[in-house]
C-alpha cells in the first residue's frame, strides 16, 4: 500500500517537473493564433475595419473582439479564408460596405502645395517629397488606403483604379454550355 | 544503336506537316511597317526602350534595353524611322495592348556597324552577356532569355539536348531550317556545348522529318564535331516538350519541383542554336526568325519574317483564302488565337494557321466528365488531369497545386482524347494564373507588412530621440543654472543691475528684445546694391513707381476699411 502511493507520487512529480520544465522551454512568444490572421489580412493598413491596422485587426479577431467582415480590401474571399480559419460562419459586408477595386493614389503634381500632410498620413511610406517640395506617390509601394485624400488641403490626390495590362492579365474562368443530352 | 525511352501517355493527332513543306524556306517581302513588341521574352522584367519617335534607326540597332535579371534586348530588323512607342496590339491571349516601337522602313535595309567572333577567344561571361545584349531567347515558343539557361553555374551538364522534334501539328518552321541551315546550327550547338561544358549533345529529331535527319547527320560528318549525334525519335506527341525529350533521349525523369539543369541536362530549340551561331559568329542581333503559315492559305510555307511584320501582311503572302475566320499562333494543340492580325510577329510566333469553319469546325458542346480517366491515360506528365479539371472548377487552388498543377506542360492531349470534348487545359491556364495572381497579391501584402511595422518603429524611434534630446537639454539648463546663483546673487549683492536678473521670464524677453535690435540694425546696414550710381531718368522713374505704389497702398487701405 505504502509503496504504491510512493510510486504513484514520484510518478507524479517526475511528470510534473518534466511538464513545467517544458512550459518554460518551449514557451511560445506572442500568439501564433494573430500572426496567422494577420498573414490572411491584405496589409492595406487602410483601418476601414476600425482598427490602426491590420495587426491590430488581428489581435482584436484573436481576442474575440472585432467581426470577421470588417476588412472591405481583403474581399469576400478574405472573409471566407477567415471563417474557414477559426472555424465560425460566413458573414457577409455589412450594409454600405462593399470592397472597391484596387487602387493607387495619385498626386496632381502641377496642385500640390509640398504641405507634406500626405507624407505623415502614409501607412508605409510610399510618398516621397518634402516641405514645400512636390510630393509623389511610389505607385509599387502604394496599398490604395486612402489615407492620404483626406488630408490634402488642395485635394490634388486621385485613386486610379489598376488596370489590367499584359503582365497581371488572368485568364478567365472557362464558361461554356453544356449539351443537352435528353 | 542508342537506346531511347518512353515517356508516360502521348497521342497521335494527324501531322498536317506536308502541306509547309514543299517549297524552300522564302524570305517574307519588306513590310509596310514593323511593329516591333517590346517585351518578347518570358518572366515579368521589362524591356525599356531605347529609341524615341523620329528617331532614324539602321538595321539591327538597339531598340529596347532589357532591365532586370530575366531581360533581353529588342533590335530594329530593318532601316527607317521610329513611327512611335506607344501601346499597340501584341501577339497575347489577353488582347490588350503592350508597348511598342513601330518603324516605318526606308526600303534601303541598312546594317548598323557588327562584327563577328570567334567564340574560342571570349570570356564565357562576356559571351553570354552578348547573347543577351543580342536578344537571344528560346525560339521554341517560351522565349526564355538564352543566356541564363547557358549558364550552368554549380551544376555539372552532361547532355545538351538540341530539340528539333517539332511534335505539333501543322508547324514546321524547325524542320525547315533544319534542312536548309543544317551546318549553322551544328556551329550553334558547339558555341552552346563549350558555355556549359557538356559532355554530349544530343539533337532529338522524330522519325516523321526524314528530310531533317538526313540533312542534320550530313552536316555533321561534313564538321569536327565533338560528341554529338542526330537521334531520330519516335514521333509522338508532346515527344517535343523539353522534358519528355530529355526522357526519350537520356532516360532521366525530372522529379516535381527539379530543373533539369540539376540532374545534369539542359534542352535548347534548334532555332535558338541557329541565331546564337549568326550572334556570335557573325554579330547579328536577333531581328527575324522562320515562321510556318499554313492552314487555309492558298500557299502553305515557311518565311524567314522581320520581327515586327504585321501578321495580315505576312498572311497575304501565302494568299489567305477569302472564307478565314481567324488565325492560331502555334499549334492547333497549344496555340492560342491572335486577338488582332495588325499585332507584329515576335520571337515566340513559330506558325501562324489561318482557320475557317470547315477546317477547324467550332468545338461541340462539352458533356459532364465521366470519369474515364482517358486523360490520365495519355498525360505525358503523369498527372491526373481529371483530378485538376475538378479541383480547378471548383476553384479549390490549394488542392490543384497538392495534384501538381504546375507540372501541367499544358500540351492539350488531355483535351484531345477527352470523350466529353471538356476545354481541360483553358481550366488549368486559369487555375495557374488565378494562383499567379495570388501570389503577387501575398508579395505586394508581405511588403506592405514590412514598410508598415518599419513605419511605426520609425515612429516609435524618433519619439525616443526627442524625448532624450529633451531631457538633455533640461539637465543642461539646470546645470547652467545651477552654476549661474552664486554668481547671480553676488551680482545682485554688488549692484543695482537690472532687476531681472533673477526671473529667467525676464531674461528671456530681454534676450529676445536684443535678437530684434540686432536684427534691425543689420537692416538698416544692409541695403539693395542696384540703387546706386542712378541717373537722374531712373532716379525719376523710381520716383515715379513708388508714388504709385502709395497711391494702391492708400486704396487697398480704404477698401479695407469699408468692408470692415
Known amino acids: 500500500m505504502l509503496t504504491a502511493l510512493f510510486v504513484m ?59 470577421i467582415n470588417k476588412c472591405p480590401p481583403g474581399g469576400e474571399e478574405g472573409i471566407h479564408k477567415l471563417a474557414e480559419l477559426l472555424g ?95 | 544503336m542508342r537506346k531511347l525511352y518512353r515517356f508516360h501517355g502521348g497521342v497521335h493527332p494527324p501531322a498536317n506537316k506536308t502541306q509547309s513543306t514543299q517549297t524552300p524556306i522564302a524570305q517574307a517581302a519588306l513590310p509596310s511597317k514593323l511593329v516591333v513588341a517590346l517585351h518578347q521574352h518570358a518572366g515579368g522584367s521589362a524591356t525599356r526602350p ?20 530575366i531581360a533581353s534586348a529588342v533590335h530594329a530588323p530593318t532601316s527607317g524611322m521610329v513611327l512611335a512607342v506607344d501601346r499597340q496590339p501584341v501577339l497575347h491571349p489577353s488582347a490588350l495592348p503592350d508597348l511598342c516601337v513601330t518603324i516605318v522602313p526606308d526600303g534601303k535595309d541598312e546594317w548598323i556597324a557588327h562584327h563577328g567572333s570567334d567564340y574560342r577567344e571570349l570570356q564565357h561571361s562576356d559571351l553570354r552577356h552578348q547573347l543577351r545584349m543580342a536578344g537571344i531567347v528560346g525560339l521554341g515558343g517560351a522565349v526564355f532569355p538564352s543566356d541564363l539557361k547557358l549558364y550552368a553555374g554549380k551544376h555539372k551538364i552532361k547532355t545538351l539536348v ?62 569536327d564535331y565533338r560528341n554529338m549525334e542526330v537521334i531520330a525519335v519516335p514521333t509522338v506527341y508532346p515527344g517535343g516538350g523539353a522534358k519528355q525529350l530529355i526522357r526519350v533521349l537520356t532516360g532521366l525523369e525530372v522529379p516535381h519541383g527539379v530543373r533539369t539543369t540539376e540532374m545534369g541536362a539542359q534542352c535548347f530549340n534548334v532555332g535558338t542554336a541557329y541565331s546564337v551561331y549568326r550572334a556570335v559568329a557573325h554579330g547579328e542581333p536577333l531581328i527575324s526568325r522562320i515562321v510556318t503559315v499554313t ?81 490520365a ?119 543695482a543691475t537690472p532687476a531681472a536678473a533673477g526671473q529667467p521670464e525676464d531674461a528671456a524677453q530681454a534676450l529676445i528684445q536684443a535678437a530684434i535690435e540686432r536684427a534691425k540694425a543689420q537692416a538698416t546696414l544692409v541695403k539693395p546694391k542696384n540703387t546706386d550710381n542712378l541717373t537722374p531718368a531712373q532716379l525719376a522713374e523710381i520716383a515715379e513707381i513708388e508714388a504709385r505704389r502709395a497711391k494702391i497702398r492708400e486704396i487697398a487701405r480704404t477698401d479695407n476699411d469699408k468692408e470692415q
Open chain 2, 50 to 69: 531605347a529609341v524615341q519617335p523620329g528617331d532614324h534607326v539602321l538595321k539591327g540597332q538597339l531598340i529596347g534595353l532589357p532591365e532586370g535579371r
Open chain 2, 162 to 223: 538540341l530539340n528539333g522534334a517539332e511534335c505539333e501539328p501543322y508547324i514546321t518552321c524547325d524542320d525547315m531550317l533544319m534542312r536548309e541551315r543544317a551546318a549553322e546550327i551544328l556551329r550553334g550547338a558547339e558555341i552552346m556545348q563549350a558555355l556549359l561544358y557538356a559532355e554530349e549533345v544530343l539533337i532529338g529529331i522524330e522519325d516523321n522529318k526524314p528530310e531533317a535527319i538526313a540533312a542534320m547527320q550530313q552536316a555533321l560528318a561534313a564538321g
Open chain 1, 9 to 67: 507520487t514520484s510518478i507524479a512529480v517526475v511528470l510534473g517537473a518534466v511538464l513545467g520544465y517544458s512550459a518554460l522551454k518551449f514557451k511560445v512568444e506572442g500568439n501564433p493564433l494573430v500572426d496567422k490572421i494577420d498573414a490572411m489580412l491584405p496589409q492595406t493598413q487602410c483601418g476601414q475595419c476600425g482598427y490602426p491596422g491590420c495587426k491590430p485587426y488581428a489581435t482584436a479577431i484573436a481576442a474575440g473582439e472585432a467581426d
Open chain 2, 295 to 375: 492552314g487555309n492559305v492558298e500557299r502553305p510555307q515557311n518565311f524567314e519574317v522581320l520581327l515586327g511584320t504585321p501578321l495580315a501582311e505576312l498572311a497575304a503572302q501565302a494568299g489567305v483564302k477569302p472564307d478565314t475566320d481567324g488565325y492560331i499562333m502555334g499549334g492547333p494543340m497549344m496555340g492560342i488565337a491572335v486577338p488582332s492580325a495588325q499585332a507584329g510577329v515576335t520571337k515566340a510566333a513559330n506558325c501562324f494557321i489561318a482557320t475557317s469553319r470547315a477546317l477547324f469546325p467550332p468545338a461541340p458542346p462539352a458533356l459532364p466528365c465521366i470519369r474515364c480517366t482517358r486523360c
Open chain 2, 377 to 495: 491515360e495519355v498525360c505525358p506528365a503523369d498527372l491526373q488531369p481529371q483530378e485538376l479539371y475538378w479541383f480547378a472548377k471548383a476553384k479549390e487552388l490549394g488542392k490543384a497545386q497538392e495534384y501538381h498543377l504546375f507540372d501541367c506542360i499544358e500540351c492539350g492531349a488531355c483535351s484531345y482524347v477527352c470523350p466529353s470534348h471538356i476545354p481541360l487545359v483553358q481550366y488549368y491556364r486559369f487555375a495557374k494564373s488565378e494562383i499567379w495572381a495570388h501570389e503577387r497579391e501575398k508579395d505586394a501584402a508581405d511588403i506592405a507588412r514590412e514598410r508598415h511595422e518599419f513605419r511605426l518603429e520609425r515612429q516609435e524611434r524618433e519619439k525616443r530621440e526627442r524625448a532624450e534630446k529633451l531631457a538633455q537639454k533640461e539637465r543642461a539648463a539646470a546645470a547652467a543654472k545651477a552654476a549661474e546663483q552664486p554668481a547671480a546673487a553676488a551680482g545682485a549683492a554688488a549692484a
Open chain 1, 88 to 182: 465560425v460562419e460566413f458573414k457577409p459586408f455589412g450594409e454600405g460596405v462593399q470592397p472597391k477595386p484596387k487602387s493607387v493614389a495619385f498626386i496632381d503634381e502641377n496642385t500640390c502645395i509640398g504641405c507634406t500632410l500626405c507624407l505623415q498620413a502614409c501607412p508605409v511610406d510610399a510618398i516621397s517629397g518634402a516641405a514645400k517640395q512636390m510630393h509623389t506617390i511610389i505607385a509599387a509601394e502604394c496599398t490604395g488606403c486612402e489615407l492620404c485624400v483626406p488630408p490634402c488641403p488642395v485635394d490634388c490626390i486621385d485613386m486610379i483604379p489598376i488596370a489590367e495590362d499584359v503582365n497581371n492579365w488572368k485568364w478567365r474562368y472557362p464558361v461554356y454550355t453544356l449539351a443537352q443530352t435528353s
